[in-house]
């Protein structure tokens, strides 16, 4: 027997059709053995193995031995050891490279002096990664040399991504203060707050009489000292008013009726809000003349009763 040979795993229903298949192939067969139900294992020479690889395309070699079957062995396991070793170079290379650099902000001509000072500065396409203190060096000039139109930047690294993140420049704006406590000027059902600051004295649906203090304008603390923090905002509330009209008339009193409705919804709007309004009305009396008229109207309105 040739010292160098393989061992050779093939799956098939009968063991003659893999003998007389392989003499017909001039394949000379060594060692056969039956290891499996539909398995059989057998040495063949080396140089037969293009050929098993034709006649049996799925056959498993198992080994290679004998001087020349280990040298190719090694040639085998040596080139795929070098592809891994090249594959994973190029994938750690890669992974140490600038994939994309993304802008968040919503200013498209800050989007574009910025991106293009971050390439001045390095931070391009395919560029090595850098540390971090440089991402803070660039942070730190970014926030300089843009100073009149940003309030905030950020650089930082998600994986081969850098990203620069910023906020535009804000107008201060003044936010109203009162100091004062905030009490009901009329009776009412709470319906609900907006309130800046203040802490909520009553909860919503419960009923006040005027003058029950709706916000207080200080706390606490844990060793009884008082805070003063302010009380601003709205409290609205569930209401009811009754308007009462006397004045001339007209010839007609379907129109004297509806001018009469509308001057009495205007008087109870006067000074409203755009969120309070009337949710009811109901007519109580009225009273027609040719030359006056009495009218008195039920309203339930949502108004902000906190003063």
Known sequence: MNKSHLVVRIHSYSSLAILDNLKLHNIVVYNFKHVDDYDFVFEVDLYNEKKIKKIYPDCQIINRQGIFGRIKNCLI?????IALII??????DFNSRISNVNIIGTNTRLNELIYARSQ???LTKYARIPKFQYLVDVENILKKEYIDDIDFVEVRQNGTIIKIKYQTRQDSVDVPEKNNSLYAKKNGIISHYVLTSGIKMVEEGQYVTQGTLLVSDSITDTNGNVIHIGAYGQVYAKTWTIIELNDKSTNDEADTFFNAMQKAKATMCAGFTLEEKILEEKVLKYQYQ???????????CLENIGI
């Open 120 to 122: 001045e500065l390095g």
């Open 87 to 92: 594959s994973l170079m190029f994938f750690f």
């Open 77 to 81: 396991n040596k080139i795929t050891l």
């Open 290 to 300: 040719s030359n006056k008229f009495y009218l008195k109207v039920h309203f339930t």
